[in-house]
């Protein structure tokens, strides 16, 4: 007999196919199902990895707002989509054998899958800004009909929260039901002044209902509102409010959105939720209640395989060792303590770490503020969330000169959560930023080195980046030329192809070489270790070749591939150059190894590439070379230099 399927063992879940087969179902089918969703959550996504903690907190919620709403015709938005799970089997998604890999699910919403997923970002706090345009887009259209907004309570740490609900809240007339989904964490415990108001409103006796209008001048002014719950943050913009609900009561979470749904106004239901809950393994896991987990053995939540030394553990590891030697460096960071490897540090200098929340921009200019106040930040962050402070890197940081270091965690390709989370955009990005020096280091010891580099640059910014998981083996170089490493032949020699490798793409490139060395094909790869400004030896190093073929774990438009071409022309080196790298897309989710397959960023590819230049081809005359559209010859060739 064929295994039963996961939902066939949950007869309940298995009859879902759409929301709107939870209509006809009883408050103890509801009990039920509930649980039936935990227990499907808890084995499939021990599989596969993903977002559990999040999403075992947001069941009875989810369930509610299928039954109070009509989506997709109502929209149901989820800020960040961490905990969009639920909502998935809900609306007909059920086989989550392939969660984030390559032809399975997104980890996120997404509009490609359902057309239930209205948006699919997922970066944080931007839920509200979305409802409150699509809410104004219903209305311009003649449409009645309310919009509703998930946001968790670590997303209302960002600034873009606020200044959505700042204009929501004067529209009177705005359809729009903002749930707040509070846990009291993002990662972890959720952090700043409106955690603390939140809390208050977490244990003031009984429920509160906030009418049409704001309170009264008088009321105000005695902190009383007319049915005497304590005056909040919301009661002051206007926004009506109802809660706090118990977010695990799936009766009075369905009456509670039932009411907000009539009001017709902007209103915030505040609902108490639990991360984790029903999972003791996640409940007991303080540090992040399994907010995002690996494949683990579902009854002890313990990891399947044993952990490897990550990028992120030498970072901490080195932070605390700078620490320890200089009293000038702090560290800052945005909701993301534990996942940049901070933690370590927090724990020898409690009064050198400041996390600010979901809130990347003010972590930038607060760090300009520590630079000017005497002291070095490092301000640490996944790749893909610096692209939100741009500004402020330009502005407030590069701008005033100040030694303010970046250390940009999961840069390049991340893989599994899909578009948003690629770290693909950073090298291009800060291309622009007068002043600014990008480290790359490709392995280990070259991230303590480097990290030890920028700390000692006091007058501009640094960035540090390097890739998600594991750190690969060493690689030694062989040589030095300028300021950069020599990993294969020597810098005082010609060759047919010279290759700039960036970053951990060394290994790969290393890789290509020795596939060109057995066609016949010399090569000399170099480690630029500082990837922005170019070396100013690299234009003469690369006139002693036929070819150059630079390779960055970066998008190819605007990286250091073209910063590199530029410093040939205007060197008026005029030798072929191809520029390796990520294409200008939006990558699906996939494993980092599949998607470097498919742009062409494997030995393999690289060394077609280099063949074809050396021998004057261009890619698109070269049938066997993969994914010609990640690649382009920017000069025209040369005649073969001569050895």
């Known amino acids: 007999m064929p295994a039963r399927t996961s939902t066939s063992r949950r007869p309940l879940l298995g009859q879902i196919r759409h929301p709107r087969d939870l209509a006809p179902l009883t408050a103890e089918q509801l009990t039920e199902l509930a649980e039936e969703i935990r227990s499907f959550l808890v084995e499939e996504v021990s599989k596969t990895g993903g977002h559990l903690g999040p999403n075992l907190g947001v069941v009875e919620l989810t369930i509610a707002l299928h039954r109070a709403f009509d989506s997709p015709r109502e929209h149901i938005l989820f800020d960040t989509g961490h905990q969009a799970y639920v909502h998935k089997l809900l609306t007909g998604r059920q086989d989550f054998s392939r969660l984030k890999m390559k032809g399975g699910l997104s980890g996120y919403p997404s509009r490609a899958e359902s057309e239930h997923d209205v948006i699919e970002n997922s970066h944080a706090s931007t839920v509200l800004g979305y409802a409150d345009g699509l809410a104004k887009a219903n209305r311009v259209k003649g449409k009645s009909r309310p919009v509703v907004a998930v946001i968790g309570d670590g997303a209302l740490t960002g600034g873009m929260a606020w200044e959505a609900l700042n204009n929501i809240a004067d529209e009177r007339d705005l359809p729009v039901v903002i749930v707040l989904n509070d846990n009291g964490r993002s990662y972890s415990p959720t952090v700043g002044g409106f955690a603390g108001h939140l809390a208050t409103l977490r244990t003031s006796n009984g429920s509160k209902r906030i009418p049409a209008e704001p309170p009264s001048p008088r009321n105000a002014t005695e902190g009383i509102d007319p049915i005497g719950a304590p005056l909040g943050m919301f009661d002051a913009l206007g926004v009506r409010y109802i809660g706090p609900v118990d977010g695990h009561d799936l009766a009075a979470l369905e009456s509670a959105f039932r009411e907000a749904r009539c009001v017709g106004g902007p209103v915030i239901v505040h609902c108490i939720t639990e ?3 029903g999972y003791e393994a996640a409940l007991q896991n303080d540090e992040d209640r399994f907010h995002a987990v690996g494949v683990i053995h579902p009854e002890t939540g313990l990891p399947v395989s044993a952990p490897r030394m990550e990028w992120t553990t030498v970072f901490g590891e080195e932070m605390v060792a700078h620490g320890r030697k200089r009293k000038d460096i702090v560290a800052v960071t945005a909701a993301m303590l534990h996942p940049v490897g901070l933690a370590p540090f927090a724990k020898a200098y409690p009064d050198r770490i400041f996390d600010v929340g979901i809130a990347e921009q003010h972590a930038v ?28 890197v330009l502005m407030d940081v590069a701008l005033h000169q100040c030694g303010v270091t970046f250390v940009l965690d999961r840069a390049g390709i991340t893989g599994t959560d899909g578009a948003s989370h690629n770290g693909m955009w950073d ?6 930023v007068p002043r600014l020096r990008i480290a790359a280091p490709r392995d280990a010891d070259q991230l303590r080195l480097q990290l030890s580099e920028a700390l000692e640059v006091t007058d501009a910014p640094t960035v540090v980046r390097y890739a998600k998981g594991a750190v690969g083996p060493a690689v030694p170089a062989v040589g030095r030329v300028g300021g950069m490493d020599v990993l294969r032949g020597r810098a005082d020699d010609s060759a047919d192809v010279l290759i700039v490798s960036a970053g951990t793409m060394a290994l790969n490139c290393l890789g290509a070489a020795d596939l060109l060395d057995a066609q016949g094909i010399t090569s000399t790869v170099v480690d630029p270790r500082w990837v922005k400004p170019v070396d100013p030896v690299l234009p003469s190093l690369a006139a002693r070749h036929r070819a150059v073929i630079t390779v960055e774990d970066n998008c190819r438009v605007g990286g250091i591939g073209t910063a590199i071409a530029q410093a040939l022309r205007d060197a008026g080196v005029d030798v072929p150059l191809q520029t390796l790298g990520i ?12 998607i470097l397959v498919e742009v062409g960023l494997t030995a393999d590819g690289i060394a077609r590439q280099a063949a ?3 021998t004057g081809l261009t890619p698109t005359l070269c049938p066997q070379i993969p994914i010609c559209s990640a690649t382009a010859v920017l000069c025209s060739p040369a005649p073969a230099v001569g050895r």
Do not use: W
């Open 427 to 432: 090298m291009s990005i800060l291309q622009v």
């Open 583 to 594: 294409p200008q897309e939006f990558l699906g989710h996939a494993k980092r190894e599949e």
């Open 365 to 392: 200019v607060c760090a300009a503020g520590l630079a000017t106040g005497g002291l070095h930040p490092v301000v640490a962050l996944y790749a893909t969330f610096l692209n939100r402070a741009f500004d402020q």
């Open 275 to 277: 991360k984790g809950r």
């Open 612 to 614: 074809a230049a050396t």
